[in-house]
């Protein structure tokens, strides 16, 4: 009897185990979701001296365990955008910049911010500015120094480089002459110093010439003065003439005819006095245009020239061979052109 109490009693006590509590709830434990990501906040600071920069990010990343993993600045004058922390930055000129950074974090979320920067440029240093005007009538310049200065910057001395190698003055205005024989260009070279030393040059260039060559007429003589060394060449351009031999004459320093049969030479045919050669400077060229025949006719009139223009577009000799008849003198029986070239 005892023996089976025991058992018994065992099986009693394993069950009660088992079943300890069996009508009550059940315990069940849940994790909670993690926070949604917040973009990082993008701020910056900068210190400007003059042109030059230094950008400074003081941007933030709220969420635990987030950070901030790239940026990337713009400044706002066209020059390429950067990614490095603390960047600095030269602006190339005074103005207000918009200078924007971008900053992205771990979730590959973005925030940007743009402030708008004004630089200026550093001060001048002071110093000198050449300039000056020039007139000149023929071969006589005057020339007339125009330079400014700086504030802080006084004039000391200056210097003309006249650029035909003749000796620098330093007057103002300075007058000079130039030696040439024919159409020149010159450069001339201002140079001004400063009490400090600083220099500064102006150039310019002048065209100096001899006074015009001219050509003047006296009934039918004419005289070319060529100032300058020159070729000639003498053109009929029209004629109304009925004449035999009206003739274009060179008389001196040389003798040569130009045309010896004006009324029915070439129209038009440019024709080199002295066979294309160059006169020299100061040359007195006398031309003459000589009157030829008209059958059954006497002169009427003294044969006359009347002259235009100048030495840049040539004369123009209207000739009237002085034959009578109605309308006369008119002056067209021979046009001819006087071209005197450097």
């Known amino acids: 009897m005892m023996r089976s109490w025991w058992r018994f009693g065992v099986i009693a006590v394993a069950m009660a185990a088992t079943s300890c509590g069996g009508g009550g709830d059940s315990i069940t434990t849940t994790t909670p979701p993690p926070p949604a990501n917040r973009a990082p906040s993008a701020n910056f600071a900068f210190s400007c001296a003059d042109l030059a920069c230094t950008f400074t990010s003081t941007s933030t990343d709220q969420d635990v365990g987030d950070a901030i993993v790239s940026q990337s600045w713009t400044f706002g004058d066209a020059s390429a955008a950067v990614s490095t922390n603390n960047p600095p930055h030269a602006f190339t000129a005074a103005g207000a910049y918009s200078v924007a950074l971008t900053v992205v974090d771990r ?90 030393g600083k220099t500064s040059s102006s150039v310019q260039t002048i065209v100096a010439a001899p006074p015009a060559s001219t050509l003047n007429c006296t009934g039918g003589s004419c005289v070319l003065n060529l100032t300058t060394a020159s070729r000639v060449t003498a053109t009929i351009v029209s004629r109304e003439c009925s004449a035999r031999n009206n003739q274009v004459v060179i008389t001196a320093p040389i003798t040569e005819t130009a045309f010896a049969d004006g009324c029915y030479d070439p129209v038009g045919v440019a024709v080199p006095v002295n066979g294309g050669a160059v006169f020299a400077a100061n040359t007195m060229l006398q031309v003459e245009v000589r009157s030829g025949t008209f059958a059954a006719s006497t002169l009427v009139f003294a044969p006359s020239i009347r002259v235009s223009g100048n030495f840049a577009i040539g004369w123009t000799l209207t000739f009237d061979d002085g034959f009578g008849g109605p309308g006369e003198p008119d002056f067209n029986d021979l046009v001819i052109l006087i071209k005197a070239a450097p």
């Open 107 to 196: 979730s590959g979320a973005t925030n940007s911010i743009s402030r708008q920067v004004s630089v200026t440029a550093p001060p001048v240093p002071a110093a000198p500015r050449a300039g000056f005007t020039a007139s000149c009538q023929s071969l006589d310049c005057s020339f007339t120094d125009t330079s400014t200065y700086d504030a802080g910057s006084v004039f000391q001395s200056r210097r003309w480089d006249f650029g035909d190698g003749t000796a620098n003055v330093t007057t103002s205005p300075a007058a000079h002459r130039y030696g040439a024989t024919a159409l020149t260009t010159y450069s001339v070279k201002l140079t001004v110093t400063d009490t400090a």
